[in-house]
């Protein structure tokens, strides 16, 4: 049996809860160590699709500032983290940009965009 | 010389909000000053998310959170000056500040909002042994190098203190190509929030040590490494638990304070605890009509918090310069009790309490299953129950006017029971 | 060909170096840092000692007093801050009185003025804050506050603008004795002089030893400090000792020239001569021993430690004159304190020698003993500040808020003769970093300036030395992924 354990970020107290998998119950985990039940939901999402914005930089040119802030406007499986990265890191922009632009369309196939998170 | 109903020193998130919240109460002239190139203060180098859930009811990131309050001021036409330091201001509300297109400009003003947030301690603050070599920054300078200016501090890194900008970095320096080889944290819980622990650290791997602070540094020219060592009840270090670390980097993330010197030169009486003036309800320091919001009165764990605090001081500088102030009426005095470091406001005045005031709060160490309890002498005038606090999170209570009234002595005290 | 070359660019080199730029010699300066000033003279107690601590006969002795009277005239020739403030050493007990009356017949030997021993009364009059357990002390009118770094610095460019060369990053590595004349090796490069003056501080034992065999030995002694926040003002408004043990003049409590407060130093002697770390240890000891003098100093409130290594030398005294083995090769070696304070009367005391080695000397008719004034802006009245920005509109932006230097100061000490290479370097010369934020808001800013100025990318903008890089590259650099590609498969299995 296959098991994890996950901090719960819902709230400050930040629960270990454990995901077990148990084909017996509904959901197809067993969860423990939650203080409350916001914390199902979130420890299974994140054992079986942990996803998160991802929040970084691309270069800028003609502009005072050399980068500029940019962000996915849903949030990407955790584990592309680093390839999406490598995307961003080869694109570079020209100003005037405005906040919400689309930089980079559905990058790696996820459906999920980055855009500008500041107007240049 | 020049004058204004109002002077916001700072155009960070608290300056910002506070001047904008002033217009829209019925102030004429607003002047924002900000020693930046562009308004927004830290916020322009927070790329990341989680800013906004409490005010916009949505999770954006600082530069977003930034560009609508910029916009806003904008479009309200209030004047504001950039680049420009502001040198001192005085009891009088002179304020006397010097930019390169200007010069030395002095102006004088009705009321005035201090909003210069805070800054990072530094290593010499904490006194951390070993040489003196370059690849030591503050956790924020860091972050400055790195978001606006696309630079890369250091390859192998190590971090000390579990701020939220020191996690924030550790992730944001993983994602740009670095190794963050370990947070080291003298406290038994980490100082920033839990999310962080887990979106920062956790996700990348990146070990967060509790209980051990660096011990030595090491290298001459740039660091080469670090001595960490586990510490005991009394902070000192456990002999025999030294290891060493091989880094290029130390990024320090050690707490922020307050940064009141200005604040000092208006004879704005400071609360030890907090390192920001002392305050009423309407944000107003002892000095009258100098009021003050944001980091600059203490050190937030949210900017929606600080927007909220500085519309409170933005607000009331209005009313103060339209003559609707009016005076004191009775004086209820905050007191921190069992497990509470410090509570802001340090007073209320009572019969000046529109609906409720929030009191905001930090515990002295960590908590579970407590109750946060507002006395006045023997009375209970609220009660929450807690099941889990700690110092990196700031506690609020809400405390209606109607409850006030029950304030018999002008003393409230909060208590961890 | 040089006629004299000098080596070591601290405060004794320096001051050598800038009282033969009198005269019409060729002269060359050899640093083997990025910056003059970057040994024991920037990290020391930085006291312009009266002159009691030295006993009767010795070169201190003889090098304290009048280098002490010469401060004055030569801080203002070069525009170098310096303060007369007076020193007290204190006594905790009867006995201690007896080792007063000592220091002051010692003094008196020494022909040092306006001394007197005082009571507890007078004591507290001068410092409020010091500990009520002190009997008496030992009151030194002539004893004053100097920045030691941006002395030598001063002389330096003095020294340049008056015809001296300065080599940095030139570590002499070999020394040959030709025909008449001395071939200095610096790594690939090599100059030659008539006449070679060793001031090379920690390192002039082996310097010596590069023409001579060893006739003395350095003996590295580290001292410890803290530098506590302009908030605490004046703590103390006089340089409070204790009374000297064998190992030193003790701990200390003094107010700096730029208004800080420190203590310091503890005295441990080392092996390392590079060994400029603080510790655990030598913080807590200064700690406690300078806690015996004044109570009420908050941990909180220090901003910076550092620790300096003085160069102690094994005769136990300064070591001055030509090499018995080696013709025109003089030692000017050992100078811890009073070496500060001595170093103006040392520098002419050498330049007698070489007079008598090279006959005599003819006066440099170009000579000018004043330096170009240093803009402080924050000194300035308001008048002048506006003045200054209409001519400048750099005077007009503040860089450095807990100093408050403006970008006019620092692009100043950037272009000046042996100018700032350096954050480090504009911190020496200008202050900004040595407030209570450490350069976390300047810093970035100062190297911005640094690189404009010098016509160089800010990735090479330098911390002191070659080797202490700031900025590692860019962001946004897909090569630096290749090692550590499994860290976002980082598993958290139970």
Redesign the interface.
């Known amino acids: 049996m296959e098991g994890s354990i996950v901090t719960c970020t819902i709230c400050p107290i930040g629960c270990r809860i454990e995901v077990i998998e148990d084909s017996s119950s509904d959901s197809g985990y067993l969860v423990k160590g939650n203080k409350c039940n916001r914390g199902i939901g979130y420890a299974i999402t994140e054992v079986t699709n942990p996803a998160r914005i991802l929040t970084t930089t691309v270069k800028l040119n003609n502009a005072c500032l050399r980068r500029l802030p940019v962000r996915t406007d849903k949030p990407v499986p955790k584990n592309l983290m680093l390839d999406c990265m490598k995307v961003i890191n080869s694109v570079e922009v020209d100003t005037p940009i405005e906040l919400g632009t689309v930089i980079i369309e559905n990058i790696l196939s996820t459906g999920v965009n980055v855009i500008s998170s500041k107007t240049v | 010389m020049n004058e204004y109903d109002i002077a916001v020193i700072g155009g960070g998130p608290a300056g910002l909000a506070a001047a904008i919240e002033a217009k829209k109460h019925g102030a004429g002239t607003v002047l924002l000053i900000d020693?930046e190139?562009e308004l927004g203060g830290i916020l322009?180098q927070c790329?990341?998310?989680g800013f906004g859930l409490h005010i916009f009811r949505e999770?954006?990131?600082g530069?977003?959170y930034a560009?609508r309050f910029i916009k806003e001021l904008k479009e309200l036409r209030i004047e504001y000056k950039l680049?420009t330091?502001v040198?001192s201001i005085t009891e009088e509300k002179v304020i006397s500040m010097?930019?390169?297109?200007?010069?030395?400009v002095n102006i004088k003003a009705k009321a005035v909002i201090l909003a210069m947030g805070c800054?990072?301690r530094?290593?010499?603050?904490i006194?951390i042994?070993?040489?003196?070599?370059?690849?030591i920054?503050?956790a924020?300078?860091a972050q400055?190098?790195?978001?606006?200016?696309?630079?890369?501090?250091?390859?192998n890194i190590v971090i000390l203190g579990s701020g939220d900008i020191g996690m924030i970095m550790a992730r944001?320096l993983?994602?740009?190509?670095?190794?963050v080889k370990v947070v080291a944290e003298a406290l038994p819980y980490p100082g920033g929030?839990?999310?962080n622990?887990?979106?920062c650290l956790?996700?990348?791997?990146i070990p967060l040590l509790l209980n051990h602070t660096i011990?030595?540094?090491?290298g001459?020219?740039?660091i080469e490494g670090v001595t960490i060592a586990e510490l005991d009840e009394n902070r000192k270090?456990i002999g025999g638990t030294e290891q060493f670390y091989e880094c290029?980097?130390l990024l320090l993330s050690v707490g922020l304070i307050p940064e009141n010197?200005l604040s000092?030169g208006a004879d704005v009486k400071l609360d030890p605890i907090t390192g920001g003036p002392v305050v009423n309800e309407s944000m107003e320091t002892t000095v009258r009509g100098v009021f003050a919001c944001g980091n600059v009165v203490h050190v937030h764990d949210l900017v929606d918090y600080v927007t909220e605090e500085s519309r409170t001081a933005g607000r009331n500088a209005a009313r103060f310069v339209n003559g609707e102030a009016g005076g004191y009426g009775p004086v209820i005095r905050t007191k921190p009790g069992n497990g509470i470091r410090y509570i802001v406001p340090h007073f209320i005045r009572r019969d000046k309490v529109e609906r409720s005031v929030d009191l905001f709060m930090r515990v002295d160490r960590i908590f579970t299953d407590k109750k946060l309890v507002v006395k006045s002498g023997d009375i209970v005038i609220r009660a929450i129950n807690k099941?889990?606090m700690?110092p990196?999170?700031m506690e609020r209570i809400n405390i209606t006017a109607e409850s006030l009234k029950a304030a018999e002595n002008l003393s409230l005290t909060i208590d961890v029971e | 060909m040089y006629d004299i070359a000098v080596i070591g660019a601290g405060i004794t080199g320096c001051s050598i170096a800038r009282e033969l730029s009198r005269y019409n010699i060729k002269i060359l300066l050899i640093e083997k840092n990025s910056d003059v000033a970057d040994g024991t003279t920037k990290a020391n107690s930085a006291i312009v000692h009266a002159g009691y601590d030295a006993k009767p006969g010795t070169l201190k002795a003889r090098f304290n007093v009048p280098g002490a009277l010469m401060y004055e005239k030569l801080c203002s020739e070069l525009d170098v801050p310096y303060k007369k403030t007076g020193s007290l050493v204190l006594a905790f007990s009867p006995e201690e009185m007896k080792t007063i009356q000592k220091l002051y017949d010692q003094g008196i030997a020494n022909g040092v003025p306006d001394m007197e021993i005082i009571g507890k009364d007078k004591v507290h009059e001068i410092d409020g804050n010091l500990s009520d357990e002190v009997v008496g002390a030992l009151y030194a009118r002539n004893a004053g506050i100097v920045s030691p770094w941006e002395l030598a610095i001063a002389l330096a460019e003095n020294a340049v603008e008056n015809g001296v060369e300065l080599f940095l990053d030139s570590e002499v590595t070999r020394i040959e004795k030709m025909n008449g004349l001395y071939r200095l090796h610096m790594g690939d490069r090599f100059a030659e002089a008539r006449f070679v003056i060793n001031c090379a501080g920690l390192y002039s034992d082996k310097v010596n030893e590069m023409v001579a065999a060893p006739s003395f030995k350095i003996l590295p002694r580290r001292g410890q400090y803290n530098v506590f926040d302009k908030s605490l003002g004046n703590f103390v408004n006089t340089v409070i000792f204790q009374c000297p043990s064998d190992s030193g003049k003790g701990v200390l409590i003094s107010p700096t020239i730029h208004g800080n407060i420190f203590i310091g130093p503890d005295a441990e002697d080392i092996e390392d001569r590079e060994a400029v770390q603080t510790t655990l240890e030598g913080i807590s000891y200064i700690w406690e021993a300078s806690a015996r003098s004044a109570k009420g100093l908050k941990p909180n409130a220090v901003i910076t430690a550092f620790a300096g290594i003085r160069a102690r030398s094994s005769t136990d005294d300064f070591v001055i004159g030509e090499s018995k083995e080696a013709k025109g090769f003089i030692n000017v070696a050992g100078i811890e304190s009073p070496g500060l304070t001595a170093a103006p009367a040392i520098a002419v005391h050498v330049a007698d020698i070489v007079k008598g080695l090279m006959g005599g000397l003819e006066v440099n008719p170009g000579f000018n003993p004043v330096r170009r004034r240093v803009v402080r802006f924050m000194e300035l009245s308001e008048e002048d500040k506006r003045i200054l920005i209409k001519q400048d509109p750099r005077y007009g932006r503040i860089i450095c808020r807990c100093e408050s230097i403006t970008e006019g100061e620092i692009v100043d000490a950037i272009h000046r003769k042996a100018g700032a290479r350096s954050l480090d370097g504009v911190k020496k010369r200008v202050r900004p970093g040595s407030g209570r934020c450490q350069g976390s808001f300047c810093g970035p800013r100062v190297m911005e300036i640094l690189a404009r100025e010098l016509g160089i990318d800010i990735k090479d903008v330098v911390k002191n030395n070659r080797k202490s890089y700031i900025l590692a590259g860019e962001t946004k650099d897909n090569s630096l992924y290749e090692d550590i590609h499994d860290i976002a498969a980082a598993s958290r299995k139970v």
Do not use: W
């Open positions: 020693r190139m322009q790329v990341h998310n999770e954006l990131t530069t977003e560009e680049d330091m040198l010097v930019n390169k297109t200007e010069g030395l800054r990072e530094t290593r010499g603050a006194n042994p070993g040489t003196r070599p370059s690849g920054f503050t924020g300078t400055r190098f790195v978001n606006k200016e696309g630079y890369m501090v250091g390859r944001r993983t994602l740009e190509g670095a190794r929030l839990v999310r622990v887990v979106q956790e996700d990348y791997g011990v030595d540094i090491k001459k020219n740039r270090p290029d980097t010197e000092k099941a889990y700690r990196g999170e």
